[in-house]
């Protein structure tokens, strides 16, 4: 399995794997088509504050990740949020999660936080989450979208 950042020739599959994504259990709504195009335009691009990734194995796209990247003063210091991590329904349960993470660990060895979130009807997704050390937090989270 290999992780790089996000290719131009990368976007019919991205954007058709994040339509899965939103679709499924790792979602509790629907997003607008043009939030995935502009997305994956920032990817492309790059940023200091997110990161697109395509997970592969060989020459087949397999997945993708999102991340951002910000300061956290709770934390004391630099944060890694895992916003989306897909596979494609053939590939999970054959640890590639677990291996996901691995590489995250070493690409951000800066980072004091680690975060994602997770959806309570994703218990496969959970069970991995707890399993790499991470802990719920007792915060209810409140969004204003502009």
């Not at 979602?27 to 691009?45: N, P, R």
């Not at 697109?52 to 990740?65: C, F, P, R």
């Not at 895992?82 to 677990?98: S, W």
Request: charged content about 30%.
């Amino acid at each position: 399995m290999e992780i790089r950042d996000f290719r131009p020739e990368d976007r019919q599959e991205y954007l058709d794997m994040s339509v899965d994504f939103y679709s499924g259990d790792a979602s509790l709504f629907d997003v607008d088509m043009k939030k995935f195009e502009d997305t994956f335009e920032i990817g492309v691009k790059g940023s200091p504050l997110m990161r697109g990734l395509t997970i592969t194995e060989g020459e087949e796209i397999i997945g993708y990740g999102l991340l951002a990247l910000y300061w956290s003063c709770e934390a004391g210091g630099f944060t890694v949020q895992v916003e989306e991590l897909y596979f494609k329904p053939q590939i999970r349960g054959k640890g590639c999660g677990h291996k996901f993470f691995q590489w995250l660990f070493e690409e951000y060895p800066q980072a004091k936080r680690f975060r994602l979130e997770v959806c309570p009807h994703n218990p496969k997704a959970k069970l991995l989450y707890s399993r790499l050390g991470f802990k719920d937090l007792d915060y209810g989270q409140m969004i204003l979208d502009r």
